[in-house]
T-cell receptor, first 117, second 112 residues
Framework: DAGVIQSPRHEVTEMGQEVTLRCKPI?????LFWYRQTMMRGLELLIY????????DSGMPEDRFSAKMPNASFSTLKIQPSEPRDSAVYFC???????????????FGAGSRLTVL | KQEVTQIPAALSVPEGENLVLNCSFT??????LQWFRQDPGKGLTSLLL?????REQTSGRLNASLDKSSGRSTLYIAASQPGDSATYLC???????????FGKGTSLLVTP
């Protein structure tokens, strides 16, 4: 398996523009997580899905952020409008249903580094 | 909210040394604890997963211990190598949910 695939790897945009980050989880994985990493706050969970359904979005910072998972092999994280403080590395991670029993670990993608000017 | 702290923030050691990385957490009602490695510009790689009922886990030169009552975990790396240079992150999952609460990591440099 190619692992968790994220795109783009790097994105530079101007304040006010819409940003869409994409994630393809490992085939057969039921859980998908979006994390954000900054120097100040470290890694923070934004939202996670189980069987394509959003379960907990309490970490989404504000209404400018939205995430979707239209099918088991694709998820998007959208920021509209983007602001400089959104600059961070955004990670997608997935796991199979053993995650619910704590028996399996998350597999992370390589991340999307976002810079908002 | 679970607070996860890692000490030290950075560490530099000569090759061959044994070293210990520390992780502390404020809420002892944990489900499991995981140690990750992060290389620059890369994602996170899981190293060891310790369930709340376990005391330690070993993989090769790595050994992780867990003391729930004191809210601490340590990652022991034996005979360090330059290839071990990376950031090591500790993550705690609480009984109450699926989120991993991460520390900010220890940046390790092993010099030849």
């Amino acid at each position: 398996d190619a692992g968790v695939i994220q795109s783009p790897r790097h994105e530079v945009t101007e304040m006010g523009q819409e940003v869409t980050l994409r994630c393809k989880p490992i085939s057969g994985h039921d859980y998908l997580f979006w994390y954000r990493q900054t120097m100040m706050r470290g890694l923070e969970l934004l939202i996670y899905f189980n069987n394509n359904v959003p379960i907990d979005d309490s970490g989404m910072p504000e209404d400018r952020f939205s995430a979707k998972m239209p099918n088991a092999s694709f998820s998007t994280l959208k920021i509209q409008p983007s602001e400089p403080r959104d600059s961070a590395v955004y990670f997608c991670a997935s796991s199979d249903d053993r995650f619910s029993s704590g028996a399996n670990v998350l597999t992370f993608g390589a991340g999307s580094r976002l810079t908002v000017l | 909210k679970q607070e996860v702290t890692q000490i030290p923030a950075a560490l530099s050691v000569p090759e061959g040394e044994n070293l210990v990385l520390n992780c502390s957490f404020t809420d002892s009602a944990i489900y499991n604890l995981q140690w990750f490695r992060q290389d620059p510009g890369k994602g996170l790689t899981s190293l060891l997963l310790i369930q709340s009922s376990q005391r330690e886990q070993t993989s090769g030169r790595l050994n992780a211990s867990l003391d729930k009552s004191s809210g601490r975990s340590t990652l022991y790396i034996a005979a360090s190598q330059p290839g071990d240079s990376a950031t090591y992150l500790c993550a705690v999952r609480l009984d109450s949910g699926y989120a991993l609460n991460f520390g900010k990591g220890t940046s390790l440099l092993v010099t030849p």
